[in-house]
T-cell receptor, first 114, second 113 residues
Framework: DQQVKQNSPSLSVQEGRISILNCDYT??????FLWYKKYPAEGPTFLIS?????DKNEDGRFTVFLNKSAKHLSLHIVPSQPGDSAVYFC?????????????FGTGTRLKVLA | DAGVIQSPRHEVTEMGQEVTLRCKLI?????LFWYRQTMMRGLELLIY????????DSGMPEDRFSAKMPNASFSTLKIQPSEPRDSAVYFC???????????FGPGTRLTVT
């Protein structure tokens, strides 16, 4: 039973355009959400996070939007660059602190075309 | 800082053999997480420790899997006996006290033939 779902296994976007990666969750107890990026042969690295008290968090080219009523979050990358090509995982937790477990989605592979 | 260190990076073994994966936490971190990545299920949490104590092992698939933290900076994940369906990439991650991020190691790619 996947509590965190990324329904698009892959996405291709032209360089300079916007990339939108989506994530849905089922557990209303989730309180903190994160996006991780993973390059081949490397471990995932933290990208951006959002607490449930917010609906938007921005960091440079990356913005995460949270719609609690729809149990949906999205990651926007503007403008997309070839170096953004990676697998993106969304994760959710019932607590904000890192000492609690995260539930990860299955990932979306983003390919940014030059 | 060297980051989270995992060894070996690749392991190929025959079905029935014992496999031990190792992880060294980032200095000063006090939480340790073991994950398994597969195409079908993505990143699954197997077990996590806080201050060397196992907090949640509900993700450990079977009794064949066991994990230990003999000290504050080191952990092992053991599979005995290994089976072909255990083939996956295994990651460990650590987190500082009160921190909101988990820092992942490079992973161990396990192949059981």
């Amino acid at each position: 039973d996947q509590q965190v779902k990324q329904n698009s296994p892959s996405l291709s976007v032209q360089e300079g355009r916007i990339s939108i990666l989506n994530c849905d969750y089922t557990n209303s107890m989730f309180d903190y959400f994160l996006w991780y990026k993973k390059y081949p042969a490397e471990g995932p690295t933290f990208l951006i996070s959002i607490s449930s008290i917010k609906d938007k968090n921005e960091d440079g080219r990356f913005t995460v939007f949270l719609n609690k009523s729809a149990k949906h979050l999205s990651l926007h990358i503007v403008p997309s660059q070839p170096g953004d090509s990676a697998v993106y995982f969304c994760a959710a937790s019932p607590r904000p602190a890192g000492t609690y477990k995260y539930i990860f989605g299955t990932g979306t592979r983003l390919k940014v075309l030059a | 800082d060297a980051g989270v260190i995992q060894s070996p990076r690749h392991e190929v073994t025959e079905m029935g053999q014992e496999v031990t994966l190792r992880c060294k936490l980032i200095s000063g971190h006090n939480s340790l997480f073991w994950y398994r990545q597969t195409m079908m299920r993505g990143l699954e949490l197997l077990i996590y420790f806080n201050n060397n104590v196992p907090i949640d092992d509900s993700g450990m698939p079977e009794d064949r899997f066991s994990a230990k933290m003999p000290n504050a900076s080191f952990s092992t994940l053991k599979i005995q006996p290994s089976e072909p369906r255990d083939s996956a990439v295994y990651f460990c991650a650590s987190s500082p006290r009160g921190g909101n991020e988990q820092y992942f190691g490079p992973g161990t790619r396990l192949t059981v033939t």
